[in-house]
T-cell receptor, first 114, second 113 residues
């Protein structure tokens, strides 16, 4: 069985400040890791993925996440946030099971203030 | 960029009625999923579908639920006799192959009265 923990339900931060959204997972098998973002009244959009290879993955809008196998973490970071980054962020894990079902964390609401 | 589309965006139904939620996955994708998110709770897996059959389902996906890919483009979720606790946002997702990410639709908000 897999589980994902996002320790912070809300993260308030001022514009242009750095941010880290924490994600820890547990799994008995090899995993793929994902961050999805949900803007108000919209669906889930893929932000980042770790499937294999380099443990540091980056998105086109400045976010990055690092897969740390020893700490079973996949924290999301951005060095300078914008108002438009205000959204709910979900960490998710899938294993190499038949259905590749995603197990989601509870989400972190990032609130960027001017 | 191709998208997963879901209809309707909002469905209001009386308790006990049947409801069908519709999804059009990305055209060259082979794996299909339904998830739900009850207000204020986690996104939960319901069912995965591959090669015209269910490959995995959660405990939530009981006999009241069924899925179908009737015509090679649509992927539907049917709830036979809705309950108040079925009120949630339902997300459809599709995936090209097993080492690619899942792509989600914008969801259908189901409200049971």
């Amino acid at each position: 069985a897999q589980s994902v923990t996002q320790l912070d339900s809300q993260v308030p931060v001022f514009e242009e400040a750095p941010v880290e959204l924490r994600c820890n997972y547990s799994s008995s098998v090899s995993v793929y890791l994902f961050w999805y973002v949900q803007y108000p009244n919209q669906g889930l959009q893929l932000l980042l993925k770790y499937l294999s290879g380099s443990t540091l993955v980056k998105s086109i809008n400045g976010f990055e996440a690092e897969f740390n196998k020893s700490q079973t973490s996949f924290h999301l970071r951005k060095p300078s946030v914008h108002i438009s980054d205000t959204a709910e962020y979900f960490c998710a894990v899938s294993g190499d099971n038949a259905g590749n079902m995603l197990t989601f964390g509870g989400g972190t609401r990032l609130m960027v203030k001017p | 960029e191709p998208e997963v589309t879901q209809t309707p965006s909002h469905q209001v139904t009386q308790m006990g009625q049947e409801v069908i939620l519709r999804c059009v996955p990305i055209s060259n994708h082979l794996y299909f999923y339904w998830y739900r998110q009850i207000l204020g709770q986690k996104v939960e897996f319901l069912v995965s579908f591959y090669n015209n059959e269910i490959s995995e389902k959660s405990e939530i996906f009981d006999d009241q639920f069924s899925v179908e890919r009737p015509d090679g483009s649509n992927f539907t979720l049917k709830i036979r006799s809705t309950k108040l606790e079925d009120s949630a946002m339902y997300f459809c997702a599709s995936m090209r192959n097993s080492n690619q990410p899942q792509h989600f639709g914008d969801g259908t908000r189901l409200s049971i009265l």
